[in-house]
């Protein structure tokens, strides 16, 4: 009971110290990207520093070639000014700069921008590295901010193309290289290396969350990921709630590692996974699975195996209420995943002061160091000194 009364003090803290962070923030993250660039990226790590050796570079027996081959033919659909607007190396800070956020400055070229044809091998590269699922919830993304727009009657800063591709590095058989999809509401980080895959950070979310009319009228995402959450945290007993709960009260918004949170120092905190039985392990494995399956089949296994292998180390832990009708937080947490989920206040077409159903922002990274599958690429540059 001690510990867990010391993980919400930390937790409360840290929150404090996140907000003050956020609401320093100028429209457009011109600051935060200044901030990027000049701090060192270390990941997200506990109070107790990094843990190593937890990534390393191997064979997966999962081809990328698709990829790589879709990738080059998009790079080649280009105009040579949206080519050098697009790729940059596979070491820049371009890959920190991303923003879920609706009014960032964006590199690279937009879907506003593309040709059907372009758009068409966008998407068949979005296609190759993403699950069927992952590729519609990423399509529906984009169309419920054309409904936004429909909504603000905002389409300068809202809308369904306002999404921008970047590369990094040239699409390589055995040189990292990745690319980079980034807009409101939807962020998507794919690393490279060999036949290895790091897809994080990933940012999905939405508001609203369901098209009730116009265009795009019965569009409708993040509800498995709402509901599936919801689920494991009612097969909790009350003694397992009591270590998982650690605010009743969501006034606000939680999320801790959205844009420009590469380096956030975060403990872990409610119940263990080594305190769960072994049917509420499966239902965990099947939560975290909701969201690394966005990612392509092949290489979803290839990361669940990873993340099974740290289960017992894998801690939950929850804000707000319990019921059909609540809105909460929750947030996954192990040596190797970092999953948030977070019912958000409005923020357009009108503001409210408590969060909604009906504005969700998800995020999932790669604690300790491999974010953007950076250890993997200090490795490889270890290993190949350039």
Request: charged letters at 25%; one cysteine or more; aromatic letters at 10%.
């Amino acid at each position: 009971m001690i510990r867990h009364h010391r993980w919400i003090a930390s937790f409360a803290i840290l929150l404090m110290c996140t907000c003050v962070v956020v609401y320093s923030q100028r429209p457009g993250g011109r600051a935060d990207r200044a901030s990027v660039i000049e701090e060192p990226f270390v990941g997200i790590v506990t109070s107790e520093g990094i843990q190593r050796d937890l990534f390393s570079i191997k064979s997966t027996g999962v081809t990328t070639e698709p990829v790589r081959e879709a990738a080059e033919a998009f790079l080649a659909g280009l105009s040579d000014d949206q080519r050098k607007r697009t790729v940059f190396p596979v070491d820049d800070s371009e890959w920190q700069q991303w923003d879920n956020r609706h009014r960032s400055k964006r590199q690279g070229v937009g879907f506003d921008e593309m040709s059907e044809a372009q758009r068409k091998l966008a998407f068949e590269m979005l296609g190759k590295s993403l699950s069927a699922k992952g590729l519609k919830k990423t399509k529906d993304i984009m169309k419920l901010n054309g409904t936004l727009a429909e909504l603000a009657d905002n389409f300068d800063e809202y809308g369904e193309w306002l999404y921008w591709v970047t590369i990094m590095g040239e699409p390589s058989k055995t040189q990292p290289w990745g690319w980079q999809l980034d807009g409101h509401h939807l962020v998507i980080n794919y690393f490279v290396l060999g036949d290895q895959v790091v897809m994080s950070p990933v940012f999905m979310g939405s508001e609203p969350v369901e098209a009730k009319a116009g265009k795009f009228k019965g569009t409708i995402v993040m509800q498995d990921e709402q509901n599936k959450g919801l689920a494991f945290m009612q097969s909790l007993t009350d003694d397992q709630r009591s270590k998982a709960i650690l605010m009743q009260n969501k006034n606000g918004n939680n999320n801790l590692t959205e844009a420009y949170k590469d380096n956030v120092v975060l403990d872990y905190a409610g119940i263990v996974g080594s305190e769960l039985s072994d049917e509420q392990k499966n239902g965990l494995i099947r939560l975290i699975e909701e969201y690394v399956g966005n990612l392509r089949q092949e290489h979803a296994t290839v990361r669940m195996s990873e993340v099974k292998e740290h289960l017992d180390e894998t801690y939950f832990a929850w804000i707000g209420g319990t019921t059909e009708e609540s809105v909460y937080y929750y947030r996954i947490h192990s040596p190797v995943v970092l999953i948030e989920f977070d019912h958000q206040r409005r923020v357009a077409p009108f503001r409210t002061a408590e969060p909604t159903r009906d504005h969700i922002h998800t995020v999932i990274r790669t604690p300790n160091g491999n974010d953007y599958g950076k250890d993997l690429l200090r490795q490889h540059h270890h290993n190949h000194p350039h």
